[in-house]
């Protein structure tokens, strides 16, 4: 059984620091709204570095398995590996400011952007489609203040024993960002996640997976794409 954890060394130190500067954040938001409505604008607003119509490569790997009684499969994401694909910008949302989560995961993370086919152009298997297109679309995110954005959600998520929970996750070094959803069932887990460079908001890598054991079929898969150009 193959099993993706992503875990962070300095989970707790994470959470403190996050926790300072969203309190720092909300302090600095009220001195600004106090002083400068166009200071608040230009420190909270996010603002897109790519434009419609631009088009992206990514390599793609797969890993991963699919059981069922003692017989072993590949996954469908396996038609996948080994190919190049095609990521077209179609729509963006608006330049915004932005000061949650919640309305960063709508009005960002959840708006569909992109379109995915091949590097030649065919179109990708329609049952991948719906994953693939909504990972690239999730992955690409505007320039802003990356330090409110990585106080927005928690470095990682634990699997609970015996019970559910799901979160998006992120966290930004000097050279790049970090962000990721992950869900977690009793018996299952799914997720993606991203790292994106500082000055475009372009991913680097993108990453989506799931497992599940217990059941009558079992599978596990990790689908890696990497930036060519």
């Known amino acids: 059984m193959i099993v993706y954890f992503l875990v962070e060394e300095n989970a707790v130190m994470r959470y403190h620091r996050k926790i ?52 072993i499969f590949p996954v469908a994401q396996a038609v996948l590996n080994n190919t190049r694909l095609r990521l077209e910008i179609v729509s963006l949302p608006t330049d915004s400011m932005i000061i949650d989560g919640e309305t960063f995961a709508e009005q960002v993370i959840g708006y569909m952007k992109t379109q995915i086919s091949f590097e030649n152009g065919t179109g990708i298997p329609l049952n991948l489609f719906s994953e693939m297109s909504s990972l690239g679309s999730s992955c690409f995110l505007p320039r802003g203040p990356w330090n409110l954005l990585d106080s927005f959600y928690p470095d990682n998520l634990v699997q609970p024993i ?23 069932g009793v018996n299952n887990g799914v997720g993606w996640n991203c790292i994106c460079s500082l000055n475009t908001g372009v991913p680097l890598t993108m990453e989506t997976w799931a497992w599940s054991y217990g059941d009558l079929v079992e599978y596990s898969y990790n689908v890696t794409l990497v930036f060519v150009w």
Not at 21 to 27: D, F, G, H, P
Not at 36 to 57: A, H, K, M, N, P
Not at 163 to 183: K, R
């Open 20 to 71: 300072t500067v969203a309190v720092t954040l909300t302090i600095v938001v009220a001195l600004l709204v106090s002083v400068s409505t166009e200071s608040l604008r230009d420190y909270l607003y996010f603002r897109w570095q790519v434009q419609e119509g631009e088009q992206f490569i990514f390599e793609v790997s797969v890993v991963g398995y699919r059981e069922t009684g003692s017989t």
């Open 162 to 184: 015996n019970s559910t929970a799901e979160s998006y996750i992120s966290y930004f070094t000097e050279n790049s960002f970090y962000l990721g959803y992950i869900s977690y």
